[in-house]
T-cell receptor
Framework: EAQVTQNPRYLITVTGKKLTVTCSQN?????MSWYRQDPGLGLRQIYYSMNVEVTDKGDVPEGYKVSRKEKRNFPLILESPSPNQTSLYFC??????????????FGSGTRLTVV | SQQGEEDPQALSIQEGENATMNCSYKTSINNLQWYRQNSGRGLVHLILIRSNEREKHSGRLRVTLDTSKKSSSLLITASRAADTASYFCATGKEAGTALIFGKGTTLSVSS
């Protein structure tokens, strides 16, 4: 089944403790992206990647890092999480950045709470 | 970088009724897409309409696009309780730019 797999589904952590949210897709998509979703603010793009070793900032990149060492994986790293990073996070992938062919495929989400 | 704006923000209807949601955008696009999100879950792609198309159907979904008014509508016919979700429009522009998502319409269908 074609899908984007995110882990973990839920995560509670403490301020300053480094964490990684994993994202993997099995569709050979070139484009991958991370979003955070907050009430009243909609989906905001954090980082995206056009291909292996090619990443770029989205609208809200501060406090986050990403890497794209393999085509299928695009982990999101929070090196020193803070409470304002408490949010619902989504990974998405697509054949291309514009999503013109088949749109974006989203993972099931990671609900992160930083205390 | 908000582009699409859905209206209404929330909609409550009874099962069997039709649900209509609208999306307005500011600048020219080459495609517009609609997504559904069940509570706390990932967005699911529903339908894509290109700027040279005026109407598209998929099962109980009907999407229209009026580029002169910079607006689109999503009609769900004969709604079911399982249609309860948030619906987002996303606009695509020229090559090299990412989809931009609106803030969504929350649809509640009661039985």
């Amino acid at each position: 089944e074609a899908q984007v797999t995110q882990n973990p589904r839920y995560l509670i952590t403490v301020t300053g403790k480094k964490l990684t949210v994993t994202c993997s897709q099995n569709m050979n998509h070139e484009y991958m992206s991370w979003y955070r979703q907050d009430p009243g603010l909609g989906l905001r793009q954090i980082y995206y990647s056009m291909n292996v070793e090619v990443t770029d900032k989205g609208d809200v990149p501060e406090g986050y890092k990403v890497s794209r060492k393999e085509k299928r994986n695009f982990p999101l790293i929070l090196e020193s999480p803070s409470p304002n990073q408490t949010s619902l996070y989504f990974c998405a992938s697509s054949l291309e950045k514009t999503g013109t062919s088949y749109g974006y495929t989203f993972g099931s989400g990671t609900r992160l709470t930083v205390v | 970088s908000q582009q699409g704006e859905e209206d209404p923000q929330a909609l409550s209807i009874q099962e069997g009724e039709n649900a209509t949601m609208n999306c307005s955008y500011k600048t020219s696009i080459n495609n517009l897409q609609w997504y559904r999100q069940n509570s706390g879950r990932g967005l699911v792609h529903l339908i894509l309409i290109r700027s040279n198309e005026r109407e598209k159907h998929s099962g109980r979904l009907r999407v229209t696009l009026d580029t002169s008014k910079k607006s689109s509508s999503l009609l769900i016919t004969a709604s079911r309780a399982a249609d309860t979700a948030s619906y987002f429009c996303a606009t695509g522009k020229e090559a090299g730019t990412a989809l931009i998502f609106g803030k969504g319409t929350t649809l509640s269908v009661s039985s």
